[in-house]
């Protein structure tokens, strides 16, 4: 937890107001981004991000499974967040399981889509390997390696980063007339490339007296009374939503966050971008 | 019940179509459906949307309501009797119970906090689910669930009629309605949407105290999902409130 005296509180506080931050950036300002794929050479796609002193990795496995019976035409994704000891001695043991928890179930709500897979990262019909027989399971995880605020945001991006490296491997299949169960043979050669053109940025807008910031660090966030996290994909369209602390807001100002997120998000998604141009040209 | 003494009471004057002055002595009973004027100044993109509903929504729901209509909600406080407050909802299928224990003394382990803490707990009874035993922990007090999903919203709505019965003071009565194309979806039109969203409000000072959304959605589908939302959930906590000083006029003659 971040311990602030009355007058470094307000000190952040008044900054927010003047349009200047502690740190000497203006209220829609990033802090610098770093990123760096194929950190963990097991998996099949990995990344990680540092987005000022909040570093993350993300890291995707591919599994053959079975799809399930209400979407036979449709693979499975599965998202996972886990704060290391190293972010916050307070995390050891089971400290963290609860913000662990909270930030796996907004990436999921931000990056799965509906149920029908509307508004999806990832198009799950692509994982499908034999109608309702064989299909990919993705295991998405995400470690917290050192937090300094806007957790999300920075998970949200290396999970991004994390499937433009995954190579899913590519298989063959001979379905032979003996049994039902089809033959697969995956190769260790071959790799087939995701669109990640169409996986959406979260952008949280946390709120600090009368206004909002982004990407705020976690003294600001200790002087938030409420955030909105805004997922948003590059056609502009929003694709998943969560508010996190207890204050209440009025719903214009909810919409007013909407849509100040979604003109933050087209810029983060260019500057991600040739993050992972760069990143990838260098490997 | 501090509450009533304190939350005026907003009537939005004669739009809200409800049976319900039929209540009987301690529940009360009544579908409440958003009101086409809901956001006024909105009204032309609502009635765009409205009209694009009607172009898709040409079939009947599976329970035979039409798409603006939310389930019919029974609502009982005093459920439990060894609780400090406690509320019975039922909307359509889903029935809920919540139970509010306290106020006592925070445990030891627990970091020091200058304020409350409001300890949430959800389980579902092992035949609520289609699947026996299939047991999901949610965040909420004390709460049972029984048949069908579609089910957080309502657990936020009768939780803080719980809270209320308990007569914790309160800024407002929270409600919840989840809306994806259709408002007050049941489990089995849960499974086929394309996004949903759900909004608690508070009413009386009009502050919605969680929104959260998933699917694809443009902008002015937002905005109208969360007029349609709002709209629904000040009708709902009028029914709330006039079940509880219906209870509290009970209790007190």
Partial sequence: MVGLSEGEKHFIRGGIAQDIRTDGRKRLQFRALSVETGVIPQANGSARVRLGGTEVIASVKAELGKPSILHPDKGKVNIFVDCSPTAEPTFEGRGSEELSAELSVALQRCLLGGKSGAGAAIDLSSLIVVDGKVCWDLYIDGLVISSDGNLL??????IKVALSDTGIPKVTVSVSTASDEPEVDVSDEEFLQFDTSSVPVIITLTKVGRQYIVDATSEEESQMSSAVSVSVNRHGHVCGLTKRGGAGLDPTVIFDMISVAKHVSQQFITLLDSEIAAAQAEE | ????????????????????????SSAATGTY??????GGKRREKREELRRHLAEDADWPRADNRSFHECREAFLRTGATTAASGSAYAEFGKT????SVFGPRESKKAMMYSDVGRLNCNVSYTTFATPVRGQVIILELIIVLASIT???????????????????????????SVSVNIIIDPTSDEEAWQDGSLMVSYMPSRKEITQLTLTGEWTDGKITNAVELCMDACSKL?????????ETANLASE
Avoid at chain 2, 5 to 19: E, F, K, M
Avoid at chain 2, 33 to 38: F, I, R
Avoid at chain 2, 95 to 98: E, F, G, L, P, S
């Fill in chain 1, 153 to 158: 945001d920075a998970l949200a991006a290396a």
């Fill in chain 2, 33 to 38: 459906s958003p009101a086409a004027e809901a």
């Fill in chain 2, 1 to 24: 019940m501090h509450l009533l003494g304190r939350a005026p009471v907003i009537r939005r004057g004669g739009r809200w179509h409800t049976q319900f002055p039929a209540m009987s």
């Fill in chain 2, 237 to 245: 906590c009028d029914i709330l409130r006039n079940h509880l000083k």
């Fill in chain 2, 149 to 175: 999903k579609g089910d957080l919203p309502i657990i936020i709505s009768c939780a803080s009629l719980a809270l209320a019965d308990a007569g914790i003071m309160m800024y407002d009565l929270v409600t």
């Fill in chain 2, 95 to 98: 029935k809920v119970i919540v």
